[in-house]
Every structure is written in structure tokens, then in C-alpha cells.
């Protein structure tokens, strides 16, 4: 079941640059996008840079349209927790922050719990959180994927008091592997997502919340992606780190708005 029309929902096309460009390269990414991107008005486009370049980067884009957002946070607002950025740090710096990322969980062990305490911490800061979820091969091929999605949306949300924040589905099989899902597979996913967060909050919250794809995003599939009545934007990974890449996929976002 479709919850909604997308006209309703904007459209959102958010760049991960990951653990890419030192801070010279960053300023000169920013620098060949920002103009170009500024003009874009039916999208909400984000950028993601690592942490370095946050201050910076804030900077070029002051007076734009242009969103700024962190990678990560920790759930503990200070103290001894070495390495760590909270979200009060991030807070005057950007609007928004991914949690939950997969390569997090691969890495770094963030199981649910943590993504839902990253969560909380986020909102506590007046940060947008984007939560990611999917499933990876393994789980894909013994056909696991809505119970594994069921179960991080389930926990990951548990006791948030508000829905302000997007959620990303990501198959882990998808990202960086030049294989995207097919707009149909993603559909069907992203169509349960919807109904997972009508359970958890409201079908209100669920029909305002933008759903993103993430997994091989690039200029030929992202308006078969765009197609689908579920499927609200993109994070985009690699193709974010090149900018003629970065703007023809929002620019053909900004041609599907409806
Ligand atoms: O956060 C972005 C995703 O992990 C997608 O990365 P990718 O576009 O390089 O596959």
C-alpha cells in the first residue's frame, strides 16, 4: 500500500563523502558545486563531509541553499570519551547527521541500541537526524531483509519524541559495488519502511517522512529510482566525491519534483 503521493514529500539528494578529500580538497569540491547547486530550489541537497571540514565548509556555504551534515555523532553530550563528537558540537555547525550507517555497524560495532541513543542524541541538539537501514547479502539471500529492516527501525526509534528525520534504506549488497537494487526491488523495501514507521509513530509522521535509496547511486539510475512512489531522494555515496556526477543526479531530482 502507497501512503501517500510524493508531491507532498520533497525531494532530498544528500552526498556521503565518507572518509574522502583532506580539507583543500573538500573547499575545492565545495567550490565546484556550490554556485550550480545554489540555483536548485525543489531540492533539498545536503552534503556530508568529514568532520575536518565541517567549520570550513559552513563558511562557502553560508547564504546558500545548500544543507550541511555531519557523518556520525556520539550519544553523550561531553566528557572523557576520546575522539568522540557530540551533537552540541555539531549543533552550529550543520543541520544535519547520518546515523547508523552500515559501514559503522560493519566497523565499529554500532548495534541498534547504539543508533537509537545516537538518535535521541541528535534530536536533544536540533539535528536532522538520517538513520540508515538494509539488509546485507547474506540476510538478502535467506530472505531475512524485512525482519532484519523491521528490527533497526524498531529499536533504532524506540522512544523518540519526535519524527523530524529521514530514514535511508541501504542494501549493504548495493553500496559501493556499482550494483544498485532495481527501482522495483528498493519500491517494495522502502514501501515497508513506510509502513514500519506508520506503526511506530503515526501515519501522518510516515506520510511526511522522506525516504531515501542509497547503494550505487549515479546519474542513470537515479530517475528510475525517483520513479517510484516511495522512494523521496537519495544518498549518494561515491558519486558525491564528483561534482559534474553530484549535480546531474539533482538536477534530474529537481526535473521528477512533482
Ligand atoms: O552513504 C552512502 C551510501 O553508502 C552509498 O554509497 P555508494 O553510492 O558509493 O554506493
Not at 44 to 72: M, N
Not at 129 to 145: D, F, W
Request: proline share 3%.
Amino acid at each position: 500500500m502507497v501512503l501517500e503521493i510524493m508531491s507532498q514529500r520533497i525531494r532530498v539528494i544528500a552526498g556521503n563523502w565518507k572518509m574522502n578529500t583532506v580539507l583543500d580538497e573538500a573547499v575545492e569540491l565545495v567550490n565546484g558545486l556550490r554556485y550550480e547547486l545554489d540555483e536548485i530550489d525543489t531540492v533539498e541537497k545536503i552534503i556530508c563531509p568529514p568532520f575536518i571540514s565541517l567549520a570550513k565548509i559552513k563558511e562557502l556555504l553560508q547564504g546558500t541553499s545548500i544543507r550541511l551534515g555531519a557523518q556520525d555523532l556520539f550519544y553523550e553530550d561531553k566528557g572523557a570519551y576520546t575522539g568522540e563528537i557530540s551533537g552540541s558540537m555539531l549543533s552550529d555547525l550543520c543541520q544535519y547527521v547520518i546515523v547508523g550507517h552500515s559501514e559503522r555497524r560493519a566497523y565499529f560495532n554500532e548495534v541498534d541500541e547504539i543508533v537509537n541513543r545516537k538518535m535521541k542524541a541528535a534530536l536533544r541538539h536540533g539535528l536532522k537526524p538520517i538513520m540508515c537501514v538494509g539488509e546485507n547479502l547474506k540476510q538478502n539471500e535467506s530472505g531475512t531483509s524485512e525482519s532484519v529492516i523491521s528490527e533497526q527501525l524498531r529499536v533504532g526509534l524506540s522512544g523518540l519524541t519526535s519524527s523530524n528525520l529521514m530514514v535511508a534504506y541501504e542494501p549493504v549488497w548495493a553500496i559501493g559495488t556499482g550494483k544498485a537494487a532495481t527501482g522495483t526491488y528498493a519500491q517494495k523495501m522502502m514501501a515497508f519502511i513506510r509502513r514500519q514507521i506508520a506503526e511506530i509513530f503515526t501515519e501522518t509522521a510516515a506520510n511526511e517522512l522522506p525516504i531515501l535509496y542509497g547503494g550505487s547511486v549515479n546519474p542513470e539510475n537515479i530517475l528510475e529510482m525517483l520513479a517510484e512512489p516511495d522512494i523521496d531522494g537519495a544518498l549518494v555515496g561515491g558519486a558525491s566525491l564528483k561534482p559534474g556526477l553530484f549535480l546531474s543526479i539533482v538536477r534530474q531530482a529537481a526535473k521528477s519534483s512533482c
